[in-house]
């Protein structure tokens, strides 16, 4: 069974500063990798999507990589800013039929 | 494009009732997703659905669980004689089809079994 962790569990950070999100996973035959926002009690945002062919993928201040051999991936968040508080998931498939996340990272920036 | 919706957002029932939710997802997405997420983790899969046909299933989904799609469009998830342990978000997703896997979510209906 594929398994998904994301490190850290939780970071604070002062504003204007650039972070890195981490998440492993155990099979490496992926058929993507989707990154994930969530404010309290609601639901996901999608950020980006990376396919297994692909080694990262940017959107705005974002910048995610794709792994496959060694089963990372690393969600690259530029000038972090309030509004970018929330939690952030990272989600893989290996068929398409089912996904597997991870437990998330509780981003916190600090104005 | 109204996104994916869900209905209702939140529900309190008493335990051993039965409830039933449902999502709307993109029109034109074929694929269905239902997930449910506890506080502090992440979505557990319960389900998928390509238009009609419920083509997998997660062992976390015992026989309580229930849910159709009978038209392809929309879909319901069923639970009888809820428990305690089944307080939690239930959240859906859609995706287009083809070789397009993104997903995209509801906002989520949020059990609470008193």
């Known amino acids: 069974k594929q398994e998904v962790t994301q490190i850290p569990a939780a970071l604070s950070v002062p504003e204007g500063e650039n972070l890195v999100l981490n998440c492993s996973f155990t099979d490496s035959a992926i058929y993507n990798l989707q990154w994930f926002r969530q404010d309290p009690g609601k639901g996901l945002t999608s950020l980006l999507l990376i396919q297994s062919s692909q080694r990262e993928q940017t959107s705005g201040r974002l910048n995610a990589s794709l792994d496959k051999s060694s089963g990372r991936s690393t969600l690259y968040i530029a000038a972090s800013q309030p509004g970018d508080s929330a939690t952030y998931l990272c989600?893989?498939?290996?068929?398409?039929?089912?996904?597997?996340f991870g437990t998330g990272t509780s981003l916190t920036v600090i104005p | 494009d109204t996104g994916v919706s869900q209905d209702p957002r939140h529900k309190i029932t008493k335990r051993g009732q039965n409830v039933t939710f449902r999502c709307d997802p993109i029109s034109e997405h074929n694929r269905l997703y239902w997930y449910r997420q506890t506080l502090g983790q992440g979505p557990e899969f319960l389900t998928y659905f390509q238009n009609e046909a419920q083509l997998e299933k997660s062992r976390l989904l015992s026989d309580r669980f229930s849910a159709e799609r009978p038209k392809g469009s929309f879909s319901t998830l069923e639970i009888q004689r809820t428990e305690q342990g089944d307080s939690a978000m239930y959240l859906c997703?859609?995706?287009?089809?083809?070789?397009?896997?993104?997903?995209?979510f509801g906002p989520g209906t949020r059990l609470t079994v008193t």
């Open positions: 997703a859609s995706s287009l089809g083809g070789h397009s896997y993104e997903q995209y």
């Open positions: 989600a893989v498939t290996n068929t398409g039929n089912q996904f597997y």
